[in-house]
Structures are given as structure tokens and as C-alpha cells.
């Protein structure tokens, strides 16, 4: 006799994706600290161990998953899954690693062109700071230089008065 319903099927479904999710969360804090090259294999690597599905019940179309099918049908030596579970998550992880490498290759030249874009940025800037009227012996001649350094150029129009 069959005592799960398909609510209850529903329910641990959910149930699994919650804290598959939480275990995820937990290893993408764990790699953090890794070079990306290798953090984000491993985070897709995880992502496809926890997240992949396999059939347990033709009949019935009920689905387990791979990673826990493949560990209890090893462990207990129960059932006829274990092979069709790795199959499946061969299957899975394989696909996620092609659109992964999909994804790598068209960030690869737009992260390229950033960094050129950046550098050029902070050489003019460089450029910049060396202003070449600094070596000007009498220096800039321009409306301000009767200003004293301590006078505000920054606040209203203020208003001249002739001195007498």
C-alpha cells in the first residue's frame, strides 16, 4: 500500500528544494575565498549533485534524488537505481558544465575590453595630474590669480565692491 499522496510528494519535494538551497548558500560561502576559475566549477558542480532529479518509479513518475538514490542504493545495496542515478547526474553535470563554459567564453572578451578600458581610464587620469602649465615658471595666468588660496570659489556669485 502506497501512503504518499501526491501532496505529500509535493511537499518533501519542496521540502528537499528549501534546504538544498541552504546547503548551496553554504557552500558558495565556503568557496568565496577560492580563485573564480576554480570557485564557479565547483559552485555548478554542487548545484547539479544537489539539484538533479532521477526516476524511481517509472510507473508512477516519481522521481528522487540522484545523489541520495545513488548513496543509499551503495550503502544498503537495495534497489537497481544506482546506475541510472549516475547516469543521470553525469548527464546533468555535463550540461551544466557546456552552458557554464558558454557563459565563460562570452563574459571572457566583455571582462577584457573592462580592464583595457579601465587601464586607459587610469592612465589619462595619471596623465592628468601632470598638468604641464605647473611648470610654468610665473605659473597659470588666469582671472584667479589675485584670489587668495583661502578665498571660497565654490559658493554664490559674490558681489565685487570698489574699494575708495
Known amino acids: 500500500m502506497d501512503t504518499m499522496t501526491e501532496n505529500d510528494y509535493l511537499i ?3 521540502l528537499y528544494a528549501f534546504a538544498a538551497l541552504g546547503c548551496l548558500l553554504v557552500w558558495c560561502r565556503m568557496t568565496r575565498f577560492m580563485w573564480r576559475w576554480l570557485r564557479e566549477p565547483l559552485r555548478v558542480l554542487m548545484a547539479v549533485l544537489l539539484f538533479s532529479p532521477t526516476i524511481i518509479d517509472p510507473v508512477k513518475e516519481q522521481f528522487a534524488p540522484a545523489v541520495a538514490i545513488t548513496a543509499l542504493d551503495l550503502a544498503f545495496k537495495v534497489g537497481n537505481n544506482a546506475w541510472r542515478a549516475v547516469s543521470d547526474l553525469l548527464m546533468y553535470a555535463i550540461i551544466a558544465f557546456c552552458v557554464y563554459a558558454v557563459f565563460a567564453l562570452i563574459r571572457w572578451p566583455i571582462e577584457r ?3 583595457a578600458r579601465k587601464a586607459q581610464a587610469d592612465a589619462a587620469a595619471r596623465a592628468d595630474k601632470h ?3 605647473d611648470d610654468q615658471p610665473f605659473g597659470s595666468a588666469g582671472n584667479d590669480r589675485y584670489v587668495p588660496q583661502s578665498a571660497s570659489r565654490t559658493s554664490a556669485p559674490s558681489r ?3 574699494r575708495l
Do not use: L, M
Request: glycine share 8%; charged share 25%.
Open 12 to 14: 518533501a519535494w519542496g
Open 113 to 115: 575590453a573592462s580592464t
Open 131 to 133: 598638468d604641464p602649465e
Open 160 to 162: 565685487v565692491e570698489p
